[in-house]
């Protein structure tokens, strides 16, 4: 009995310990990290995850007879790789590119880069706290957001960004236009 006794004690302090060694839910949610790209005076959130890398705009060459989003091609590590004005896709006017400038290279293929005017970090904010994106915005544009923050920040939809046209380089019709 005393053997039964000693068996069943083992196996309560074994349930007791794993349920001490269990981790205890988390009190605060995981920072969920973002890349802040001002465009102008908007503000866009971009899930960090996304960005390859993020570089100066130190040399853009142009590409004749591009649509007005394209801005232009740059070097990433011996390679040519596409830039696009974030403020233009997002139905913003195009302006010159002050000295602050950054492109920010996406993870995915052809590495696709987007022209913004400075960038910072922030939080991401969870779905369920974002509201659609301003009426004001043409559907093209509204179709690149998951939604707006309470004050105001865009959050970028990476699936749509990626699939878009938009972020392609097509110069044939324009040029035969010319």
């Known amino acids: 009995m005393s053997d039964?006794?000693?068996?069943?004690?083992?196996?309560?302090?074994?349930?007791?310990a794993l349920e001490i060694a269990r981790p205890a839910a988390p009190l605060v949610?995981?920072?969920?990290?973002?890349?802040?790209?001002?465009?102008?005076?908007?503000?866009?959130l971009l899930p960090a995850q996304v960005a390859r890398a993020v570089a100066p705009l130190a040399h853009l060459t142009p590409i004749p007879f591009a649509e007005p989003h394209v801005a232009g091609l740059t070097a990433r590590r011996g390679r040519a790789i596409p830039?696009?004005?974030?403020r233009v896709l997002l139905g913003?006017?195009?302006?010159?590119?002050?000295?602050?400038?950054?492109v920010i290279v996406l993870d995915a293929p052809g590495e696709p880069a987007l022209a913004v005017d400075a960038l910072g970090d922030d939080d991401l904010p969870e779905d369920d706290a974002l509201r659609p994106p301003p009426d004001t915005m043409a559907a093209a544009s509204r179709a690149l957001?998951?939604?707006t923050t309470e004050d105001g920040r865009l959050v970028l939809d990476v699936p749509a960004l990626?699939?878009?046209?938009?972020?392609?380089?097509?110069?044939?019709?324009?040029?035969?236009?010319?």
């Open 4 to 16: 039964e006794i000693d068996d069943t004690l083992a196996a309560e302090l074994a349930r007791r």
């Open 145 to 147: 957001v998951r939604g």
């Open 92 to 102: 913003l006017p195009l302006s010159q590119l002050p000295e602050t400038s950054r």
């Open 162 to 178: 990626l699939s878009s046209p938009r972020l392609t380089i097509d110069v044939g019709p324009r040029a035969a236009r010319r």
């Open 29 to 44: 949610r995981a920072r969920r990290a973002a890349l802040l790209l001002v465009v102008g005076t908007d503000r866009v």
């Open 83 to 86: 830039v696009f004005h974030l």
